[in-house]
C-alpha cells in the first residue's frame, strides 16, 4: 500500500459526459502527479501540481483539468467524454517538486467510455 | 515520438537466474532514470533510480546500468525470484525548472519461472 488514495476504482460512463476522479496524496506529501494508462500510449504524464500551484503539464487534453485544494487532495475533471478516453488513471505524490523526490502511485481509478 | 522504449515485451527467466531488462532513449536531455514495478490491479511501485553522473547504481538484488554513449540502461535482477514476476517500467526525465514529469517506456513483463 503506497498510501495514496484514488477514488472510485471503476468508472463507467457515456460519450459526451463529464467525471471527476479524486487522489488523496501520502501525508506529508505535497506534490500530485496524474498519468494516464492506455493501451495503445502506455503511461502517459498529464500534469503535476505542488501545494496547491500547477508545476508541470504533460499531454493534456484541453478537455481535461486538474487542481490541487488546501488539504493536497486533488482532482481530475475530464469532460466531453470520448470513447479513446477510456485508461487507467494514476495519481502519484511526492513529498517535494523534484525529479529527485521518488513518486509513490496510488491503485489508479479505471475508466471505460461506452 | 516514443523518447524511452523498453523493446522487449515480456520476458521469460527460471528462478535464481539473473533478469536483464531493457530501455532505449532518444532524448539527450534526459539525465535521470528510474525503474518502477507494477503488479495487476496496482500502481507502479518504485524500483531504483540512476543520476547521468553514475554509470551504475546496486540496491540489494537490483543494479541498474546506464550506458550514455548508447543511451542505453538495463536492470539487472539477481537472483531472481517468483516474487519479482511483474511488469517492469523504465521511465526518464529531464532536467528543466518544470518539475517533475516522468516519460515512461512501454513496459516489459518478465516471468519467473520456479
Known amino acids: 500500500d503506497s498510501g495514496v488514495t484514488q477514488t472510485p476504482k471503476h468508472l463507467i460512463t457515456a460519450t459526451g459526459q463529464r467525471v471527476t476522479l479524486r487522489c488523496s496524496p501520502r501525508?506529508?506529501?505535497?506534490?500530485v502527479y496524474w498519468y494516464q494508462q492506455s493501451l495503445d500510449q502506455g503511461l502517459q504524464f498529464l500534469i503535476q501540481?505542488?501545494?496547491?500551484?500547477?508545476?508541470a503539464k504533460g499531454n493534456i487534453l484541453e478537455r481535461f483539468s486538474a487542481q490541487q485544494f488546501p488539504d493536497l487532495h486533488s482532482e481530475l475533471n475530464l469532460s466531453s467524454l470520448e470513447l479513446g478516453d477510456s485508461a487507467l488513471y494514476f495519481c502519484?505524490?511526492?513529498?517535494?517538486?523534484?525529479?529527485?523526490?521518488?513518486?509513490?502511485f496510488g491503485p489508479g481509478t479505471r475508466l471505460t467510455v461506452l | 515520438d516514443q523518447q524511452v522504449k523498453q523493446n522487449s515485451p515480456s520476458l521469460s527467466v527460471q528462478e535464481g537466474r539473473i533478469s536483464i531488462l531493457n530501455c532505449d532513449y532518444t532524448?539527450?536531455?534526459?539525465?535521470?532514470f528510474l525503474w518502477y514495478k507494477k503488479y495487476p490491479a496496482e500502481g507502479p511501485t518504485f524500483l531504483i533510480s540512476?543520476?547521468?553522473?553514475?554509470d551504475k547504481n546496486e540496491d540489494g538484488r537490483f543494479t541498474v546500468f546506464l550506458n550514455k554513449s548508447a543511451k542505453h540502461l538495463s536492470l539487472h535482477i539477481v537472483p531472481s525470484q517468483p516474487g519479482d514476476s511483474a511488469v517492469y517500467f523504465c521511465?526518464?526525465?529531464?532536467?528543466?525548472?518544470?518539475?517533475?514529469?516522468?516519460?515512461f517506456g512501454g513496459g516489459t513483463r518478465l516471468m519467473v519461472k520456479p
Open positions: 502519484a505524490s511526492s513529498v517535494g517538486p523534484h525529479r529527485t523526490d521518488t513518486q509513490y
Open positions: 501525508s506529508g506529501d505535497l506534490s
Open positions: 501540481y505542488y501545494n496547491g500551484e500547477e508545476r
Open positions: 532524448n539527450s536531455m534526459f539525465d535521470y
Open positions: 540512476i543520476s547521468s553522473i553514475k
Open positions: 521511465a526518464a526525465s529531464a532536467n528543466s525548472n518544470a518539475g517533475n514529469m516522468l516519460t
